[in-house]
């Protein structure tokens, strides 16, 4: 049985809830330069465009809803954390808000939120709904210099010293939807696998650091993940076709 889970997704587990991932040809991202949306330089040469892109995906997550991917995690840190008095960490690099949506209680959005704002004058990071715009001003003090609180290219991910303290603690590893390209969460599993826990990938096919798992089961993560889970709950132990 496993003590100390700790599970990473990436934009594959909300790509069949119907958000584009990264990478892909008809993606929202496909039609601007990472450069001009996802870094800082980028914003500060064009604060309204970059406003306006990041409006345009929160209003786009009205809609969405989470997949048996996201709802089978939800029952994991629910009922295995119940059941077997464990921990089950959800560390996410969606800014999506669809692991809440499913019910997940304990999740690192290490990339920050889509419905977050961050005042660059103060520094607070809030809850934020609605379109945000350089007139925008900060709900605490007052100043025009609110930003989306999302963790462009060359910024520091939010919490790592936490994650680190995870990862170096978990006996269980599961990366899900990610490509294995974006640093440091493509440099998890090393640390989870020094930490001697298994280590598990769920994606279409093997991602660029798939080879460091023990493990890699392929197919959509809708599919693989729920009986993976209930197996998981019931057992305490992994499906027996997954050999690490
Ligand atoms: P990525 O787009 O680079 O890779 C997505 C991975 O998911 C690929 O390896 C792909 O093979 C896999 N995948 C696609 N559909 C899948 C499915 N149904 N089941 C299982 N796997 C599937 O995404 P990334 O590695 O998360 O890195 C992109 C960065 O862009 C993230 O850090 C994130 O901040 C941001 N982003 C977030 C969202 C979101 O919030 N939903 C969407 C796009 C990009």
């Not at 295995?80 to 089950?88: C, F, H, Q, R």
């Amino acid at each position: 049985m496993y003590q100390n889970i700790v599970i990473l997704t990436g934009a594959g587990i909300s790509a069949e809830s119907g958000i584009p991932v990264f990478r892909s040809e008809t993606g929202l991202w496909e039609q601007e330069r990472v450069e001009d949306v996802a870094t800082y330089d980028g914003f500060l040469r064009d604060k309204t465009k970059v406003h306006e892109f990041y409006n345009k995906m929160r209003r786009s997550l009205l809609d969405k809803k989470p997949n048996p991917a996201h709802l089978a995690l939800a029952r994991l840190e629910k009922e295995y954390s119940k059941k077997y008095g464990a921990n089950v960490n959800l560390v996410t690099q969606n800014i999506d808000d669809l692991h809440e949506k499913a019910g997940s209680q304990k999740i690192i959005h290490m990339h920050g939120k889509l419905k977050s704002i961050l005042c660059e004058h103060c520094n607070k990071r809030y809850p934020f709904d609605e379109d945000s715009s350089v007139e925008s001003e900060c709900k605490f003090c007052h100043h025009k210099s609110l930003r989306p609180d999302i963790v462009w290219f060359g910024e520091m991910p939010y919490q790592m010293d936490e994650i680190e303290t995870l990862l170096s603690k978990c006996d269980l590893f599961l990366s899900i939807g990610t490509s294995g390209v974006v640093y440091p969460a493509a440099g998890f599993c090393q640390v989870a696998r020094a930490s001697g826990a298994a280590c598990i990938e769920f994606n279409l096919s093997q991602s660029a650091v798939g080879s460091q798992f023990n493990c890699g089961i392929y197919g959509k993560a809708s599919k693989t993940l729920p009986e993976f889970v209930s197996t998981l709950i019931d057992t305490g132990k992994l499906p027996d076709n997954v050999k690490l």
